[in-house]
Each structure stands twice: as structure tokens, then as C-alpha cells.
């Protein structure tokens, strides 16, 4: 196995007929598996689904992948792209199902998650710490800008607990199955401007935004954006004293001065979002 790949490979038969099953793979599905391996998930996966996309970005693994598939009926079924998933174009998929690279955990759902036209679900295979966050509700403690901006986008639930011994070799991490089911059509929300947002609050997610917006570096970005504003609409910008008075006015019309990030649900985040919009003040 190659380290800098994070190959774990899943052995456990009983844990790949659970995430084939709960998958809910249709004869007519394309099924986009990343990090095939040596093909344990993608042999099951060929069984049921109309085609298998399968992206590998190590030769080795590919080519055990091969051999494995070309003795089997539904060989015909399977495509393989040699490259890495972040920088290749993915091709059209119904699902996805994988047992993924955890240390690209993070690109890859948001790539995924951008992906047109949406997929119906993905069922990946996570670090539990990551699936938690992934799957937190406000309040809990692994609530945080990974949860938020996820859950915008998509709905996400905890499916499946897996051992470090299900895997050769095992990793150092417990692990988890989780759910996403993008929404379609996705919510009409300009993402970096949202991204933009929540990134600030979380920034310190157990302080008050009345004390996250007062902050220097808060100011100094709002000022700036607004000044380019001003400047496309030919209006006089403000000055940044005049920026943190409008920025507590804010806070304070909507009820947020005293709200706090790990608390606030998807709701709470467009309502702030719109009410700076509403002022011509922008996170990006």
C-alpha cells in the first residue's frame, strides 16, 4: 500500500454487502466508485448497477483491478479512469459509493456536491471524527463550518460504524458510512458569499457575533468590499468607524449580538447573510 494514497483496502464481506445494500442501486445506475483498490466494493457494485466508473489514481491498483474484473460476466460494465479525482472532469453519474482517501475528505464532498446535473445519493466511507462533523446538529460539539456548509447543500446522515479491523491495512482512525442526498434544484444561495460568512463565524464559534464582528479583520473586509461597491455604483464608501457602527446596527436589528455560531442552524445564517445583503454588504 502506498502511504501517500491512503490506501486502506476494505476486506470485511459483511461490511461491503451493508454498504451495497443500503446504497439502493438501481439496474439503470451509474455508479462512480473512487479508490477502487483491488476491487472488493466494485465487484459488488458491477452486480447491480448498469455501469461502474471506477477513478483509481494508482497504476498498480488499476492494473490489479483489471485482472481482477476480466474474468468476471459483468466486465463489459466496468470503466476506469487512472488519474486524481480532484483534478480530473467526472463524467455523468446516478451515485456514488466509495471508500475514499480520508485526507481528501474535504475537496472531495464539496467537488462532489458541485457536480451537475446532481447526483440522487453517495454513501462514503469517512474518518468517524469527520463523518460526526459532517452530520452535527447546532449545539453538538462537533458542530462547525464543515457541518453548515454541508448541510446547505445536501441531506446527510450517519449510516454505519466501521472498525479499524475491517480494513488491511487497518488505519489508525475509527471509521464511518455516511449519506448524501444533494438537494435538487440546490438552494439559491451564492455559495462563496455564504462560505464567506460562516467561515467568520466560526472563526471563534463559542463567542457572540456582536464580539466576531467588532474585530479589526471583520471591519477591514466589510469596509473593503463595500468600497468596491460604492465605486461600481458611484456612491460615497464609509469610513471603517462608520462601517463597525452599521455593522452593530445590524446585529442588533436582527436579534444576533448576543447569538452564537455553534448554536445557530441554517436559518439563522441566511437570515444574517440576508440582512447585510439587504445593506449592500458583502462576504466576498
Request: overall charge positive; aromatic content about 8%.
Amino acid at each position: 500500500m502506498h502511504k501517500k494514497h491512503g490506501q486502506h483496502l476494505l476486506k470485511n464481506p459483511a461490511i461491503i454487502s451493508s454498504i451495497v445494500e443500503k446504497a439502493e442501486i438501481k439496474s439503470t445506475d451509474v455508479v462512480l466508485e473512487i479508490g477502487p483498490g483491488t476491487g472488493n466494493l466494485t465487484l459488488r457494485l458491477l452486480e447491480l448497477a448498469k455501469k461502474v466508473i471506477a477513478v483509481e489514481v494508482d497504476p498498480r491498483m488499476v492494473a490489479e483491478l483489471q485482472k481482477r474484473v476480466a474474468s468476471s460476466e459483468h466486465k463489459g460494465k466496468l470503466e476506469v479512469l487512472v488519474g486524481d479525482v480532484l483534478k480530473i472532469d467526472l463524467p455523468y453519474f446516478d451515485l456514488v459509493v466509495a471508500n475514499i482517501p480520508y485526507s481528501i475528505s474535504s475537496p472531495l464532498t464539496f467537488k462532489l456536491l458541485c457536480h451537475k446535473p446532481p447526483f440522487r445519493s453517495a454513501l462514503l466511507m469517512y474518518q468517524r471524527e469527520f463523518a460526526l462533523r459532517l452530520c452535527a446538529n447546532p449545539g453538538d460539539d462537533m458542530y462547525c463550518r464543515l457541518s453548515v456548509n454541508t448541510q446547505l447543500l445536501a441531506k446527510v446522515t450517519h449510516v454505519l460504524k466501521v472498525g479499524k479491523n475491517n480494513f488491511r491495512p487497518p488505519p489508525k482512525v475509527e471509521s464511518s458510512v455516511v449519506r448524501i442526498k444533494p438537494y435538487n434544484p440546490p438552494p439559491a444561495v451564492n455559495f462563496s458569499e455564504w462560505d464567506g460568512l460562516v467561515r467568520l463565524c466560526f472563526t471563534r464559534k463559542n463567542k457572540t457575533l456582536g464580539a466576531i464582528f467588532k474585530t479589526s479583520s471583520v471591519t477591514e473586509l466589510l469596509t473593503s468590499n463595500y468600497k468596491t461597491f460604492c465605486s461600481l455604483k458611484g456612491q460615497t464608501p464609509l469610513s471603517e468607524s462608520e462601517m463597525k457602527d452599521k455593522i452593530c446596527s445590524i446585529l442588533d436589528e436582527n436579534g444576533f449580538s448576543e447569538k452564537r455560531s455553534n448554536k445557530m442552524d441554517l436559518d439563522d445564517f441566511l437570515k444574517l447573510l440576508v440582512a447585510f445583503n439587504k445593506e449592500s454588504l458583502h462576504f466576498t
